[in-house]
């Protein structure tokens, strides 16, 4: 039987949860990662997560971040779902086919857009919700024992980038941040981590507001899917809350006639040499930068597409995610990236050069200019993961694959797996025969999206960099 949960329980301990929840996240931050090698992680929610854009953010994170920690990652977000199911199925349905079959052992649960209502606090409705809620963690507890379970609270509705619509009983992302409190609570009791997407978003909308208004209604188009670029933030706040290490590499030289290298972190330097006026070394960091998905993308789709057509091949194809061209920056992304301290936190890979005489100098990788700097600012230390390093573009081709892979998994899940069984759009539940090829399809799909792991963990691992300094002449 469900165990039902009352409000009185819930206002009773809502400061005492809303602490010990805040704990929990405290908790796991002070340790190390919260990924395990070898783990399987199934973002589970409606909507926001079908977008795909947190899910293969963090995915492309933990690939570049933690080359060889193999973990298995897939999303079974479902537009409209609620913590009792929808169109793809009630909710006991919806865990036992697309949760269930994955073995997770972290499953992230992000519902309650459409739990709400669209309406201002109904206490009746809060209770449904933690009545639904309650189940979903209970039978994960069931069926999946030892999972561990990252509750997140929904994500705002944009009642802050204009004027409001609606009069009355306040405005309904209220009704999202009393149920987010809800969330914490039940994070608390049941020993799960917490992570709460509504107030950071909220400050980033309100932020952007006040410096540059036109860019402020972008960050959640509509008022309920955020953008890609708000994703990100997304993302970001999920691996904070997972300890997530900012440091990608940190190197120290000594320049002069007999230059050293007085600190290398996470990475090997040798070959260092001083020749012709030029100052050189090789370079293998562990792990990739992190690519910033929309910093250089005029354009994201608010639902990236499940089949799309290749100009090149004219052939169907999996969508490659935003395109990056690389002389445009995006506005709103850039200044997202700046309000969030994104670099600050996820994307530290450090240079640092001192004893070079004052001037200007080039720096090189792999023969390919990465920019001029004067010796003060090199003295000082760069962060190369803000440049277009060949570091970079490997880890660009990384979240290129996992957005492959994502793709091909959407694919056979809602063109062949979900409408065979009668689910979607005017679908029906095939014949026997047919049901059993589509289903035949799909499980042929879900090992080929499985293989893809491979490609991923292979454009990680590191390589050998060759790094070049050269003075050049004051213009």
């Not at 809502?14 to 992680?41: E, K, N, W």
């Not at 963690?137 to 929904?154: D, M």
């Not at 799309?308 to 004219?314: D, F, G, I, L, S």
């Not at 063109?415 to 014949?431: E, I, M, V």
């Amino acid at each position: 039987m469900m165990r039902l949960i009352t409000l009185t329980t819930v206002w009773l301990s809502m400061m005492a949860g809303a602490i010990l929840g805040l704990g929990t996240a405290s908790a796991a931050a002070a340790g190390a990662f919260y990924l395990r090698p070898h783990d399987r992680v199934v973002f589970y929610g409606d909507s926001i997560t079908e977008q795909r854009y947190y899910p293969v953010a963090v995915q492309t994170f933990v690939r570049t971040r933690f080359p060889d920690l193999k973990v298995r990652f897939v999303d079974s977000g479902v537009g409209g779902d609620t913590v009792r199911g929808g169109w793809a199925g009630p909710i006991d349905q919806r865990l036992k086919r697309d949760v269930l079959p994955f073995h997770p052992t972290v499953v992230t649960i992000m519902l309650g857009m459409n739990d709400g209502g669209y309406r201002p606090f109904n206490a009746v409705v809060l209770q449904r919700y933690l009545q639904g809620y309650v189940h979903i963690i209970q039978w994960l507890r069931a069926h999946l024992p030892g999972v561990r379970l990252v509750l997140i609270e929904p994500s705002p509705f944009d009642d802050y980038s204009g004027p409001v619509r609606r009069r009355g009983l306040g405005t309904y992302n209220q009704m999202l941040i009393r149920m987010g409190r809800a969330v914490a609570q039940l994070a608390a009791r049941y020993h799960a981590l917490c992570v709460n997407f509504n107030a950071p978003l909220v400050k980033v909308i309100q932020q952007v507001r006040r410096i540059n208004p036109a860019l402020a209604p972008r960050i959640i188009p509509k008022r309920v899917h955020p953008g890609a670029t708000a994703q990100m933030v997304m993302a970001q706040l999920l691996l904070q809350a997972w300890n997530a290490p900012a440091l990608v590499s940190s190197v120290e030289i000594r320049a002069g006639s007999a230059p050293t290298v007085t600190r290398a972190v996470n990475t090997r330097v040798g070959d260092l040499t001083f020749a012709r006026g030029a100052l050189s070394w090789t370079q293998t960091d562990r792990d990739l930068p992190y690519p910033m998905m929309t910093l250089h993308a005029r354009h994201a789709p608010q639902f990236p597409p499940v089949l799309w057509w290749n100009r090149k091949t004219h052939k169907p194809g999996n969508w490659p995610g935003p395109t990056q061209n690389l002389s445009y920056t995006n506005p709103l992304a850039a200044l997202v990236l700046h309000l969030t301290h994104a670099y600050q936190v996820l994307d530290q890979q450090r240079l640092r050069v001192s004893g070079l005489p004052a001037g200007n100098y080039e720096l090189q990788i792999n023969a390919q200019s990465i920019g001029r700097f004067t010796a003060a600012k090199l003295a000082a230390g760069i962060n190369l993961a803000r440049y277009n390093t060949p570091m970079m573009a490997r880890a660009r081709h990384v979240m290129t694959l996992v957005w492959q892979q994502t793709q091909y998994r959407f694919r056979a899940w809602r063109r062949h797996q979900l409408p065979a069984l009668g689910f979607g759009y005017k679908a029906k539940r095939a014949a026997p025969a047919a049901l059993a090829r589509a289903l035949a399809i799909a499980r042929v799909m879900y090992r080929q999206c499985r293989r893809m792991d491979a490609a991923q963990y292979a454009a990680a691992q590191p390589r050998p960099d060759r790094y070049r300094l050269t003075r050049i002449a004051t213009p």
